[in-house]
């Protein structure tokens, strides 16, 4: 089932902090974040597994709730860069990996001078 | 340099014809995927592929077909079956399945069917 994304879309003025949020209905395994600019291809950012551990860049960070099967990135003194459309990945959990991600419809994120 | 190429980046096709969208992989992965992105929507996963002549259905694999005979390859064909082709098409890959592993993508295939 398809993660929510909250919010839709936002807008940052360069230096602001920002939150994104992914929420599922199901347990899961995993949590994957990637960015897309307009037209090319998606690029990752970061991953949270469940347990705890969690692999990404150092300018970006996560939490995984996986009680509430959540997770959010937060994105801190946004640069120009930042822009483009967040994606959040989940794979579910069944007392095991089940090996594909479902993404969610994507948060676009816009930072303006 | 290593990566995913996908050609070409640009298809256009008559409705009732079959159409190949080409991927390689030179980074050594084991597992590749395709997924279809429309407006709006995410990444929809079409197939996906942990070794060599086996794959695996994803949510959307009605119309599409695919075929696993070399590692570095995964080519994705559009059977005239698909009721609404048109979409940007993406294909990645990782060094295992989804969980652990961060999936590296290709610049995507833009198909217009008319």
């Known amino acids: 089932q398809q993660p929510v994304q909250s919010p839709q879309a936002v807008i940052l003025r360069e230096g602001e902090d920002a939150v994104i949020n992914c929420s599922s209905s199901k347990a899961l395994y995993s949590v994957h974040w990637y960015r897309q600019k307009h037209g090319e291809a998606p690029v990752f950012l970061m991953i949270l597994l469940k347990g705890g551990e969690q692999k990404g860049h150092e300018k970006i960070s996560a939490s995984f709730n996986e009680k509430k099967q959540q997770s959010s990135l937060y994105l801190t003194a946004s640069q120009l860069s930042y822009s483009g459309t967040y994606f959040c990945g989940t794979e579910e959990w069944s007392g095991a990996g089940s090996y594909q991600l479902t993404f969610g419809k994507g948060t676009k994120l816009s930072v303006i001078p | 340099d290593g990566g995913i190429t996908q050609s070409p980046k640009y298809l256009f096709r008559k409705e009732g014809q079959n159409v190949t969208l080409s991927c390689e992989q030179n980074?050594?992965?084991?597992?590749m995927y395709w997924y279809r992105q429309d407006p709006g929507q995410g990444l929809r996963l079409i197939y996906y592929s942990q070794i060599v002549n086996d794959f695996q259905k994803g949510d959307i694999a009605e119309g599409y077909s695919v075929s696993r005979e070399k590692k570095e390859s995964f080519p994705l064909t559009v059977t005239s079956a698909q009721k609404n082709p048109t979409a940007f098409y993406l294909c990645?890959?990782?060094?295992?399945?989804?969980?652990?592993?961060?999936?590296?993508f290709g610049p995507g295939t833009r198909l217009t069917v008319t």
């Open positions: 990645a890959s990782s060094m295992g399945l989804a969980g652990s592993y961060e999936q590296y």
């Open positions: 980074l050594n992965h084991d597992a």
